[in-house]
């Protein structure tokens, strides 16, 4: 199998639909909510155990959409919140691939090997494993 653990940001390890009001806020292109966002897993965890998985050779790489009423300007400010998003909650992880691509983009165009995201559509069209959210840290654990 190929070393490459692919992670969703949106409703897989940020709670951005736990953001109050976070439809109002993208529809009117103020991307706070991908700033404010709640981590959803324990990332401390997470990062000791990517970090791991690193030193044994997978590549660590997100793959994120923007938001789906968006324009140029505002696919700017998302990357930016994203990525500080990122920087906050996952300070000691050196990606080896952030990809923050419009909404719809298949996500297996762009990644391989495994893939945690909350959208089954994404999950069925995926190449190699594909997992939704729950036991993410648990599942990790077990890759070797």
């Not at 401390?44 to 155990?49: D, K, Q, T, V």
């Not at 909404?103 to 190449?127: S, V």
């Not at 190699?128 to 729950?134: M, P, T």
Request: hydrophobic share 40%.
């Amino acid at each position: 199998m190929i070393k490459e653990i692919n992670f969703d940001m949106d409703g897989t390890i940020a709670d951005l639909y736990g953001v109050e009001g976070w439809l109002d806020y993208l529809m009117n292109k103020d991307a706070t909510p991908y700033i404010i966002a709640k981590p959803l897993i324990n990332l401390s965890s997470l990062a000791r155990i990517i970090n791991r998985l690193q030193r044994n050779g997978y590549r660590i790489c997100v793959i994120s959409w923007l938001s789906k009423n968006s324009d140029d300007d505002y696919d700017k400010k998302i990357i930016a919140a994203k990525l500080l998003w990122l920087k906050k909650h996952l300070p000691s992880v050196k990606w080896d691939r952030i990809s923050i691509v419009k909404y719809g983009t298949p996500k297996q165009n762009i990644g391989q090997g495994i893939l945690f995201d909350d959208e089954e559509k994404n999950r069925d069209m995926w190449q190699g494993k594909a997992f939704d959210v729950n036991n993410i840290i648990e599942i990790l654990k077990g890759v070797k």
